[in-house]
């Protein structure tokens, strides 16, 4: 197990200076009872504030399936492609369009270089200008606290998900099938997969504000604790505490099958 803070200098402001949020980002990760470590993740331009002001703050959590060969191979080329997109976004464009592009050229890659024998979830959040961009596929992770609340701003991509569609789409708003389907958690969409029909992202900027904390997490994590206790681990100023907490909690539970847990936590503030 291992947990890092990185935090980069307050701009000093100035007379006449915008006042800007800074940033402090940390990151939990651990193997749990697994024999391998298959999740692999990356911040990009955490510690320096002026690149952070010229081409944003990325934050990126792949989690590589047990099920499948190659987890941790297929997870890292997953995150490193996504970081080479990134520094060649034109900033002045569509974020959340380029976004879209770079996973669905990391998955047509991954497919070609792993012939559809390994695959990958993603969840990255992409800061640029106090906005919030982000994209996930499968069933990672992505929390914000604002406030005394929590809200999940994706959501998993599983057989589950898309029976609970199927109820609402055709009226019977019935989700008993969904919930006792024993293939439920089965992932409808991952990287690595010969296509992709659907991604999850939000195509609007989402503005942040003092204050927010933003989790992207495994869901060695994320389907681990309840909510309430994720809130209660990021109501603190300190994102190294954020981090100390989820992984007592984690450890407390002490599971028997705990999957490979990784969590990276970013605070805005002034």
Same mark, same amino acid.
């Given at each position: 197990?291992? #947990? *890092?803070?990185?935090?980069?200098?307050?701009?000093?402001?100035?007379?006449?200076?915008?006042?800007?949020?800074? /940033?402090?980002?940390?990151?939990?990760?651990?193997?749990?009872?697994?024999?391998? %470590?298959?999740?692999? #993740?990356? *911040?990009?331009?955490?510690?320096?504030?002026?690149?952070?002001?010229?081409?944003?703050?990325?934050?990126?959590?792949?989690?590589?399936?047990?099920?499948?060969?190659?987890?941790?191979?297929?997870?890292?080329?997953?995150?490193?492609?996504?970081?080479?997109?990134?520094?060649?976004?034109?900033?002045?464009?569509?974020?959340?369009?380029?976004?879209?592009?770079?996973?669905?050229?990391?998955?047509?890659?991954?497919?070609?270089? #792993?012939?559809?024998?390994?695959?990958?979830?993603?969840?990255?959040?992409?800061?640029?200008?106090?906005?919030?961009?982000?994209?996930?596929?499968?069933?990672?992770?992505? /929390?914000?606290?604002?406030?005394?609340?929590? /809200?999940?701003?994706?959501?998993?991509?599983?057989?589950?998900?898309?029976?609970?569609?199927?109820?609402?789409?055709? +009226?019977?708003?019935?989700?008993?099938?969904?919930?006792?389907?024993?293939?439920?958690?089965?992932?409808?969409?991952?990287?690595?997969?010969?296509? @992709?029909?659907?991604?999850? %992202?939000?195509?609007?900027?989402?503005?942040?504000?003092? +204050?927010?904390? @933003?989790?992207?997490?495994?869901? +060695?994590?994320?389907? $681990?604790?309840?909510?309430?206790?994720?809130?209660?681990?990021?109501?603190?100023?300190?994102?190294?505490?954020?981090?100390?907490?989820?992984?007592?909690?984690?450890?407390?539970?002490?599971?028997?099958?705990?999957?490979?847990?990784?969590?990276? $936590?970013?605070?805005?503030?002034?």
């Amino acid at each position: 197990m291992g #947990f *890092f803070t990185l935090m980069p200098g307050r701009r000093r402001r100035l007379p006449g200076m915008e006042h800007l949020l800074s /940033y402090q980002a940390a990151n939990l990760q651990c193997v749990g009872t697994r024999e391998r %470590q298959e999740d692999s #993740f990356a *911040f990009v331009n955490a510690l320096d504030v002026t690149e952070i002001r010229r081409k944003g703050l990325l934050a990126v959590v792949a989690d590589g399936m047990g099920g499948m060969s190659d987890g941790k191979q297929v997870s890292e080329a997953c995150v490193s492609s996504i970081l080479s997109d990134f520094q060649n976004m034109d900033r002045d464009g569509n974020l959340a369009a380029q976004l879209e592009e770079s996973v669905m050229n990391t998955n047509e890659n991954l497919y070609k270089r #792993f012939c559809g024998k390994g695959g990958t979830t993603l969840v990255a959040a992409l800061i640029y200008q106090e906005n919030l961009f982000w994209i996930s596929i499968g069933d990672s992770y992505l /929390y914000l606290k604002r406030g005394k609340g929590l /809200y999940r701003l994706n959501r998993d991509q599983n057989y589950r998900s898309k029976l609970y569609l199927e109820a609402i789409r055709s +009226g019977t708003l019935n989700t008993a099938k969904a919930d006792s389907d024993p293939d439920g958690p089965r992932l409808s969409e991952f990287l690595g997969s010969e296509s @992709i029909e659907e991604v999850d %992202q939000n195509f609007r900027a989402f503005r942040l504000i003092d +204050g927010d904390s @933003i989790l992207l997490c495994s869901d +060695g994590v994320g389907g $681990v604790l309840r909510e309430s206790e994720i809130l209660e681990c990021l109501s603190t100023v300190s994102t190294r505490d954020m981090c100390a907490k989820l992984d007592s909690k984690i450890k407390t539970l002490n599971r028997s099958n705990q999957d490979n847990y990784t969590a990276l $936590v970013i605070r805005c503030a002034y």
